[in-house]
């Protein structure tokens, strides 16, 4: 493994720590109503017949991930007896880092792709409502480390693999996803693009080059690939986004880049989410912050508007993120 991934492990390992001790106090928003912040990174919304569900990357025992419903985006509460859609050793891949979740609705199920010990998995499952598992437990793809996995689906039905590969620092990557038998088509892998904004490389926490998180939207014929750039750990983690015309690009980065950051939003750290539309068409951006200026964990849960205006001359869009819209969503009943 390479000098920067070792550094890279070594840092997360021990912001976990850090970040189970701070979970473990139970930071309460509403002692008389029993509800409590959510402390989700990376997290992701999924909608279904109006309700919303949410799941991210938690800190804590059982390592693996939780699921949360809301019909209002603001107050949430376990959809679940126990509130886990996968556990660690529950007929899944991964024994350390279960990160970057991502929900998909199948004719027979539901799909949840996430990254454990630097790997994609796929896992399956009948029910939200219950355990997502493999058959064959393994990783999408053994040969090198890939994290922060997004599938996406094209309107003739091609699913494409977004996700993170390491090479002196992380980059985004595409290729084609054989859904049968849960890797990626020989010989289509695509890397992106690179890191060329200022805004994706400050200097507030020096790191190699560093662009993670996708997520991609097609909207009248154009692809929108969401991504978070900067160190996790950087005040100046922030969203931004490219536009192209197939879903391997060529991206054009927009110029107004970033559209999520601490300047927006007031906090630190504001990155690595998932784009979203309610029932009436509305779209949203669920992402993370740090947890205060001066410490990154436990990283808080954030949903905002994101507003979009077509120009009629080229079909396409502008996105702008409403500072007026944030939510800061909380749990209901149950400490996390």
Known sequence: MRGYNRIYLLLSSSLLVLSALAQSESIRVDSQAQSEEIFFADPTIFVENDTFYLTGTRYGVPQGFVLLQSSNLREWEACAPDSMILVKGDNCYGTDWFWAPQIIKEKDGYTLTYSANEQTVITKS????????QNDIRPVDSSEHNIDSFIFTDDDGTRYLYHVRFDNGNYLWVGKLDCEADTIVEGTLSRCFVNDQSWENTPAYPSAPIMEGPS???????????YSANHYMSPDYAVGYAIADSPYGPWHKNPDNPLI?????GENGTGHGDIFRDNLGNFYYVFHTHFSDSQVAPRRTRIISLIFQKDPDSDIYSIIADPTTLIKPIRLHKTL
């Open 216 to 226: 991609v939207l097609k909207l009248d014929g154009k692809y929108y690939l969401f």
């Open 261 to 265: 950051h601490r300047s927006v939003i």
């Open 126 to 133: 009948p029910s939200l409502k219950k355990r997502f598992t």
